[in-house]
């Protein structure tokens, strides 16, 4: 069964999520190491008459089965959730990554359009330039060739 994250969630769920961030964490891992250890080493090394549980292994044994029977299913109902959640925000960064290359594809158009309209604008500007350079030369040219008339 697949289940979509939303928001609202029952209690179940929230109580599965805030288990696997306890049960899933360092902190809740050495203290179920220390708790074992202390037990262990506490009816190893105290006399016969102070340990509480003169035959501790089956007991520590039913404890830590007990702690998996109850966590393993949880955790992985948390891990779903969060796998979920996580699957979600990876779709919604890749959609915004795509939106990101389209408006990307969109101004480089727009970028080159307008480079095709300056590259236009300065051959018009240079094709007038050089009608504007022969136009004067030809006056100059007049010019000096009445001048040269006059003054023979």
């Known amino acids: 069964m697949v289940k979509t994250f939303n928001n609202k969630k029952n209690f179940n769920d929230k109580t599965a999520i805030k288990l696997t961030n306890l049960g899933g964490s360092m902190p809740f891992f050495w203290t179920i190491v220390i708790i074992y250890g202390s037990w262990i080493l506490y009816n190893w090394l105290v006399p016969e008459p102070l340990k509480f549980d003169g035959k501790w292994?089956?007991?520590?044994?039913?404890?830590s089965n007990f702690i998996q029977l109850i966590f393993l299913p949880i955790l992985q109902v948390g891990q779903n959730f969060t796998n979920v959640k996580g699957e979600e925000r990876a779709n919604a960064q890749l959609k915004m990554i795509e939106q990101i290359e389209d408006l990307t594809v969109k101004i480089e158009t727009i970028v080159e359009e307008q480079i095709n309209v300056e590259d236009h604008i300065l051959s018009e500007l240079h094709s007038v330039h050089e009608d504007i350079r022969l136009e004067l030369a030809d006056n100059?040219?007049?010019?000096?060739?009445?001048?040269n008339n006059g003054n023979i």
């Open 57 to 63: 292994f089956p007991l520590l044994l039913f404890l």
């Open 140 to 147: 100059l040219k007049k010019q000096l060739n009445i001048s």
